[in-house]
Nanobody
């Protein structure tokens, strides 16, 4: 069974930074993608960023327009951990953040951005940005 364990998050003032971590364990992933989603109160879960490995040393990054230039997704393959560095946070970034992995691999096409396409989920971590 694949397990994704998250850490990080918390309360920060607008303009501040936070870093989220997602450590993977258990059975080897069949997918080459890890992603971050978030869900604000009363809203649907939305895509934030993903990282896709296509071959050793080569990966691609994708971001939602709302976080592009402020958030960075990165990975430490030796630790099986993916990070989300969040800078210049605004109150609109408030929500529960989830790391996720889809059941399939995506080599020649971009990974999906719908949460329903993802099978494995972290437990979620709250991020609150005060104004």
């Amino acid at each position: 069974q694949v397990q994704l364990v998250q850490s990080g998050g918390g309360l920060v003032q607008a303009g501040g930074s936070l870093r989220l971590s997602c450590a993977a364990s258990g059975r080897t992933f069949s997918s080459n993608v890890m992603a971050w989603f978030r869900q604000a109160p009363g809203k649907e879960r939305e895509f934030v960023a993903d990282i896709r490995w296509t071959s050793p040393g080569i990966h691609y990054l994708n971001y939602a327009d709302s976080v592009k230039g402020r958030f960075t997704i990165m990975a430490d393959n030796a630790k099986n951990t993916v990070y989300l560095q969040m800078n210049k946070l605004t109150p609109e970034d408030t929500g529960v953040y989830y790391c996720a992995a889809p059941p399939n691999a995506y080599y020649s096409i971009a990974p999906p951005r719908q949460s329903s396409d993802y099978r494995h989920w972290g437990q979620g971590t709250q991020v609150t940005v005060s104004s």
